[in-house]
């Protein structure tokens, strides 16, 4: 499902987080949000899952502004992952990604075979099945996001949005985290928006960077177009050096700041 920003200014009362923002995602791809904190990746994401209304322009799904879908439509659609997520420890992984289901139940609230399935689908999906019925605060901290990962994916969204799903956790934990977000994409079809700090797991999964620095969309392209030194040092002030691995993507070695004294 194509996802388009058009011209998005945001912010929180009268100050503007994000000024004139705009790219385009295609159906089925990966796209990641970069930049230094406070460039408004975040509030971005907001804007694009509705959670904050912008000041001017508009967030199209699939040709349609998300503001003109009813709260159960988009629902069925978009799904966000916030970077902040709690729920009782005392729930169950399979109890927690049933909660996606909300937006397609029938009145009274009922859970359908097809509930189940779906259900059942996505703990398979993120490689829970022995977890099912563990309570959420047993799980070590990637076990813990794939769940919440799960629940987005009970939701069956053709979009998932992504607020730094790989922060606190482990190197190991990250890159399964990413290789379960480039499968999502490989196998389910599925658009996902994301926010990440590290510019080698961006690389790693990403058909598209968008880098952000003064409120601004400053670069949009391809790792092999962005993660170049030149780019890397206005948009985050450091000294890079970039390797390409035997996959042909492009990584960073930070050798130092560049930030003007």
């Given at each position: 499902?194509?996802?388009d920003?058009?011209?998005?200014?945001?912010?929180?009362?009268?100050k503007?987080?994000?000024?004139g923002v705009?790219f385009?995602v295609?159906p089925?791809?990966?796209v990641?949000?970069?930049?230094?904190?406070?460039?408004?990746k975040?509030?971005?994401?907001?804007?694009?899952g509705?959670?904050l209304?912008?000041?001017?322009?508009?967030v199209?799904?699939?040709?349609?502004?998300v503001?003109?879908?009813?709260?159960?439509?988009?629902a069925?659609?978009l799904a966000?992952?916030p970077?902040l997520?709690?729920?009782?420890g005392?729930l169950?992984?399979e109890?927690?990604?049933?909660?996606?289901?909300f937006?397609?139940?029938?009145?009274?609230?009922?859970?359908?075979?097809?509930d189940?399935d779906?259900?059942?689908?996505?703990?398979e999906?993120?490689?829970?099945?022995?977890l099912?019925?563990?309570?959420?605060?047993?799980?070590?901290g990637?076990?813990r996001?794939?769940?919440?990962?799960?629940?987005?994916?009970a939701q069956e969204?053709d979009?998932?949005?992504?607020?730094?799903?790989?922060?606190?956790?482990d190197?190991?934990c990250?890159y399964?985290i990413i290789?379960?977000v480039?499968?999502?994409k490989t196998?389910?079809?599925?658009?996902v928006?994301?926010?990440?700090?590290?510019?080698?797991?961006a690389?790693?999964?990403?058909?598209?960077l968008?880098m952000m620095k003064?409120?601004?969309?400053?670069?949009?392209?391809?790792p092999?177009?962005l993660i170049?030194?030149?780019?890397?040092?206005?948009i985050f002030e450091?000294?890079?050096?970039?390797?390409?691995?035997?996959?042909?993507?492009?990584y960073?070695?930070?050798?130092?700041s560049?930030?003007?004294?």
């Amino acid at each position: 499902m194509k996802l388009d920003v058009q011209s998005i200014s945001a912010g929180y009362g009268k100050k503007l987080v994000i000024d004139g923002v705009g790219f385009t995602v295609s159906p089925g791809s990966i796209v990641t949000l970069l930049g230094p904190n406070g460039c408004g990746k975040s509030t971005l994401l907001k804007v694009i899952g509705r959670v904050l209304k912008p000041c001017n322009g508009c967030v199209l799904l699939d040709g349609k502004s998300v503001r003109d879908y009813s709260t159960g439509e988009l629902a069925k659609k978009l799904a966000t992952l916030p970077q902040l997520h709690h729920a009782s420890g005392e729930l169950t992984v399979e109890e927690l990604v049933a909660y996606g289901r909300f937006p397609h139940r029938k009145a009274g609230g009922f859970t359908s075979a097809h509930d189940r399935d779906v259900v059942s689908e996505a703990i398979e999906k993120t490689r829970l099945q022995e977890l099912r019925k563990r309570k959420m605060g047993t799980l070590s901290g990637g076990e813990r996001q794939r769940a919440w990962i799960a629940m987005t994916l009970a939701q069956e969204p053709d979009v998932l949005l992504l607020d730094e799903p790989t922060t606190y956790l482990d190197v190991c934990c990250q890159y399964e985290i990413i290789e379960l977000v480039k499968e999502l994409k490989t196998n389910s079809s599925i658009t996902v928006v994301m926010v990440l700090h590290d510019l080698n797991l961006a690389s790693h999964c990403s058909d598209q960077l968008v880098m952000m620095k003064d409120s601004k969309v400053r670069y949009a392209g391809n790792p092999s177009e962005l993660i170049k030194p030149d780019i890397l040092q206005d948009i985050f002030e450091i000294k890079a050096e970039i390797i390409t691995g035997n996959n042909g993507i492009p990584y960073c070695i930070a050798a130092g700041s560049a930030r003007r004294k």
